[in-house]
């Protein structure tokens, strides 16, 4: 085992959130600050020949390998948990840019009641309308208090898109029911395909408002405040599961790293996964880490942040015994608590097929057509009483030829093979599309939560993240909602692209109960919640671990319970806050930021 | 050494005077290949639509995967106890990797079937066809037959010239709003557009 110089900040995780504080500090400070990223270290030059669909799309090249770590899961606490030997659920990133690599793009900002979720149900219904076990929080923050750091992060990124809310000034070319924006996106929106203008045309007849998602695939060539600049998108296609070609798609290797590696007070360390925070009398006093040749190394640090994803930032302050692990018997202790995922997932549904070829290849991770007239309240009606929905639509993301061919409806051909299933699909290939399930807020709940699997191990011998969740009645409520509200687009489409629709009916991805081998979204949130009291919260609204102030603990694992989208761009813009409170207030009285 | 029957002028690789192209199996014997490549032009047969997984070689992208690190399960979470008695919604949970799936589904079809007429073969087929192997093998069927060639098969891009794919075209800016006009171009592949071999897991781990 060896020492490594004590360093100022160590910094574990070299994706979004633990380089953007990287480039915060590094830029505003002279601390000296060291990345740590466990995944190989990845540039532009890595993608240019990487439009391939089976080592990215197939065999998940960018993800994390399931091999080193994975996650168990079980439905409630009397079962036993089973490891997610292949990822399904979500697909976590790794390398350096970690999931900011692969992803899709879209660049949402949460909807305001969001922020204080508690407050607004006790406004709106009395405690027995409510269901049972729920444990949704404030945040602690305000859309106010949030609104100028989604705007930084925007910038940062070149965000495309039509403000649908100019400081109250309401255009319905853009998402009208989104929060109050106090700026114009820096960008405008992307091209549309074909089909996207016949989806949009179909829901507006519906009566709802459709709109262009925002985007950080730029759509323009785009120079930051930082002075980074970038090509704008090609469609190329090869964009979710990818990293970009020609750097259109925001990343944090071409956002981020091209500023940090001008800088002296700055090292990134790949393939160094890091074990444990090491503490001591209520101070993190640097992290253990293995690094590329296995070695075990101690790295001192008078500042420490985690910045991983949601799964190992939690499992990294258990292994750790930081803070007081929570108990669902008691509902005493906070880690681990209020761990959730996004809902309103169907499966199956009708197929929209075309008369003529949609050129469906061309596209763009984040390219779509949203709908988001339900991102708000739930209705009550046949399908049942809920709380809260989401938005939901048509994608363009590009439709490689493996996962394009198979495209036949159902019934085209008596058996999935041979002969007639072939030629079936290559009449239908190009020409058959369907809508898309809704990302709605899953409510956090007493019974879902994280804990450490006592009998399965990663590569190190480390206990694995346990995961223990499932839906309840009202999730099942939201995804009636989805599948009612899709077969009404779905119609519409079809009108107006004189199109045929073929019925087949909305299912739900393990009939009800949370699936972990389905995908539904890599959007899991929450478990390392922030809030405004120690008792309750893991994490303050400046992202200080309440039990040592000089650990930060950044991303999603911070939020309560989760948006109705996607959520990147609000784990930066908590990070720009966390970095304020850290350079200017933390830096000058050490302690926790009041 | 896997003879790949069919037309000519297909892979880089081949000899100029040569009607067949000869490439050496990483994983399969001989008497398994044949058995895959049959089961496979059944899956995606050569008809009056088009060529089929023969035609693609298939059997060479199957071959490769197999033999990298897809087939030994190196990237899938191998630690014991293994539970199979679970619920569905927890995925496959088998201690089997690829290599081993496939050695016992080439079995399970018999020795003799790349010997028997179609129809026969279809039978067989059919009554392995709800198996975790039949799963796999209509999947990497589909994917040999599109795949970009570089993995082995999609040989001559035949794949692609039937479905319409383009290839990875860098950019479709000047055409994503020619509205009903279909871009069907000759396809190019990976090579072909960034000027280099390019390499695939597969390739990386051999």
Partial sequence: ?594 | MYTLAGEPKRLPAQAPESDTVELELRHFSSEQARTVQAACARILPTDDSGPGATEAGVIIYIDRQLAGPYGRDARRYTKGPWITDGWVGHGYQGKENPREIYEAGIESLGSEFADLDEEQQDARLTAVEDSLFFGMLRGHTIEGMFCDPLHGGNADLIGWQMLGFPGPVMSYKDSIEDYGKPYRPAPKSLEQIVGHPVKGMEDEDA
């Fill in chain 1, 1 to 594: 085992m060896k020492t490594r110089k004590p360093v100022d900040v160590v910094i574990a995780g070299g994706g979004w959130t633990g380089l953007l504080m990287a480039q915060e500090i590094a830029t505003r400070t002279s601390l000296k600050v060291v990345v740590l990223e466990r995944g190989p270290n990845r540039s532009i030059f890595d993608y240019m020949a990487g439009m391939d669909e089976v080592d990215y799309r197939i065999r998940s090249k960018m993800m994390q390998n399931a091999a080193d770590e994975t996650i168990t899961h079980r439905h409630s606490t009397d079962k036993r948990a089973v490891p997610v030997r292949q990822y399904g659920s979500f697909r976590p990133g790794t390398g350096v840019g970690g999931s900011g690599e692969h992803w899709t793009g879209f660049a949402y900002r949460y909807m305001p009641e969001t922020f204080r979720l508690q407050s607004h149900f006790a406004e709106r219904y009395d405690a027995k309308q409510l269901p049972e076990n729920l444990d949704v929080r404030d945040w602690g923050i305000t859309w106010a208090d949030i609104e100028p750091d989604y705007y930084r992060a925007e910038k940062l990124m070149g965000v495309g898109g039509i403000a649908g809310n100019l400081r109250g000034e309401l255009n319905r070319e853009g998402n009208i029911f989104e929060g109050e924006r106090q700026h114009d996106f820096p960008l405008p929106p992307h091209k549309a395909t074909y089909a996207m203008t016949v989806a949009a045309a179909a829901a507006r007849e519906t009566g709802w408002t459709p709109y262009q998602p925002p985007v950080a695939t730029l759509t323009a060539s785009y120079t930051n405040p930082h002075g980074v600049s970038r090509a704008g998108c090609e469609y190329c296609g090869y964009c979710s599961s990818y990293g970009c070609m020609i750097g259109a798609k925001s990343q944090p290797t071409n956002v981020l790293l091209p500023i940090l590696q001008q800088q002296d007070n700055f090292e990134l360390r790949p393939q160094s996964w890091v074990r444990r925070v090491l503490h001591k009398d209520g101070q993190a006093t640097g992290v253990l880490y293995m690094d590329e040749n296995g070695e075990e190394v101690t790295q001192p640090a008078e500042i420490v942040v985690l910045a991983g994803f949601t799964i190992p930032n939690i499992r990294m302050l258990l292994l750790s015994k930081i803070g007081a692990e929570y108990d669902p018997q008691s509902g005493h202790g906070t880690l681990g608590r209020r761990f959730t995922q996004q809902t309103g997932k169907v499966t199956g549904g009708p197929k929209i097929v075309f008369q003529e070829p949609l050129n469906l290849f061309m596209g763009a991770g984040g390219l779509a057509v949203k709908i988001s007239d339900y991102d708000r309240d739930g209705a009550s009606d046949e399908t049942g009483e809920f709380l809260r929905s989401g938005n939901f639509g048509f994608g363009a993301g590009g439709s490689p030829p493996i996962r394009g061919f198979n495209a036949a409806p159902p019934g085209s051909s008596r058996r999935n093979w041979g002969s007639e299933w072939k030629k079936a699909n290559l009449e239908h290939y190009d020409r058959v599309v369907s809508v898309h399930g809704m990302d709605a807020e899953h409510l956090s709940y007493r019974q879902n939560f994280a804990d450490l699997d006592p009998t399965y191990t990663d590569k190190w011998g480390d206990p694995l993240l346990r995961l223990t969740l499932d839906f309840t009645e009202h999730e099942i409520r939201q995804s009636k909602f989805t599948a009612k509200v899709l077969e009404r687009f779905a119609a519409a489409v079809a009108r107006a692209g004189k199109a045929k629709l073929v019925e087949r009916p909305f299912g739900m991805p393990g009939d009800g109960h949370y699936a972990s081998s389905l995908y539904q979204t890599t959007h899991l949130q929450g478990g390392a919640a922030m809030g405004t009291s120690a008792d309750d919260s893991v994490v303050n609204t400046h992202l200080q671990h309440w039990d040592a102030p000089n650990l930060w603990v950044l991303g999603a694992s911070s939020f309560p319970q989760a948006g109705s989208t996607n959520p990147t761009l609000s784990a930066l813009a908590v990070t720009y806050r966390a970095a304020d409170a850290l350079i200017d207030r933390y830096l000058k009285r050490p302690g926790l930021v009041g």
